[in-house]
């Protein structure tokens, strides 16, 4: 069997160690992390309007991109599984960003949700104590069912954000703030930019494969540049400079395929 973690001692330097395996070898990577790709598709799964089979679909994408730029001999910090997940997660939540597919709170429940919190809050103080659900139901003239649809609904909002505002390694418990893996605020200009999807395309297939990696990591799955040297086996300090100099290039390509 293909063990991803130790292929490629004998590649070149400068190719993908697992650039020459064959389609029997990278099926049977694929099957044995699928079970990976489902658990963190079903995370998702359950607060958007998408299918689990379209989100394992979607995930099995970050899985063979896992596969295609896995290099033990440099992601030194990080298992396979850790580089597989990034791509998963970071697939997953690219492709529901760009078709909207998060949890939509209808905006009468949104309303009725406001309402029962502001009366929730002034018969907490009256009684000294959470109100039922009961009473709650009584004050504000909506049925025991309407306010549970409500609060379901916006929790399970609450729940998807929380959910994709952390970087969350599905091997730790600990969570990441969202103030940890937001790429540099020096960069937003690149990120308004982006929205121009085609040249950004053009202009990243111009890079090598190592700095589009990084760029991948940093800009469209959200990782901080510490967690991308982790991830990579590079140093922070190598990351830094790989980003400020293709960040300039894209700029630059971008700039000359618009004109």
């Known amino acids: 069997m293909a063990q991803v973690d130790t292929v490629g001692s004998k590649e070149s330097a400068g190719s993908s160690p697992t650039e020459k395996l064959n389609p029997a070898d990278t099926h049977e990577i ?20 998408d299918s689990l089979e ?16 896995y290099d033990p001999n440099r992601a030194r ?9 990034c791509y998963i997660r970071g ?8 078709h909207c597919s998060l949890v939509q709170v209808p905006r009468k ?16 103080k009256q009684l000294s104590r959470t109100p039922t659900v009961q009473e709650l139901a009584e004050q504000s003239g909506f049925s025991v069912q309407e306010i549970l649809e409500a609060q379901q609904s916006w929790e399970a909002r609450i729940h998807y954000e929380s959910l994709d505002s952390t970087g969350e390694d599905e091997d730790r418990d600990d969570k990441r703030s969202l103030s940890e893996t937001v790429p540099d ?10 929205e121009e999807r085609e040249l950004v395309s053009q202009a990243l297939r111009r890079l090598g494969d190592r700095t589009r990696q990084i760029i991948e990591f940093v800009f469209f799955y959200d990782l901080s540049q510490k967690e991308t040297a982790s ?25 000359a395929e618009g004109k």
Not at 54 to 69: E, N
Not at 77 to 85: D, E, G, I, V
Not at 91 to 98: A, F, V, W
Not at 109 to 124: F, G, I, R
């Open 91 to 98: 697939e997953i939540r690219h492709y529901l960003r760009d």
């Open 30 to 49: 694929v099957v044995k992390h699928m079970p990976l790709v489902r658990q963190i598709a079903r995370r998702y799964s359950q607060f958007n309007t």
């Open 54 to 69: 379209d989100l394992v679909q979607v995930g099995s994408i970050g899985l063979l991109k896992a596969i295609k730029y």
């Open 231 to 255: 991830v990579l086996g590079l140093s922070e300090m190598g990351v830094s400079r790989a980003v400020h100099s293709a960040v300039k290039k894209l700029k630059d390509a971008m700039k």
């Open 77 to 85: 910090s990080a298992s396979f599984k850790t580089l597989a997940t």
């Open 185 to 194: 605020r020096r960069y937003q200009d690149l990120l308004i930019a982006s």
């Open 109 to 124: 429940l949104t309303e009725m949700n406001a309402q029962v919190s502001q009366l929730e809050e002034k018969l907490t």
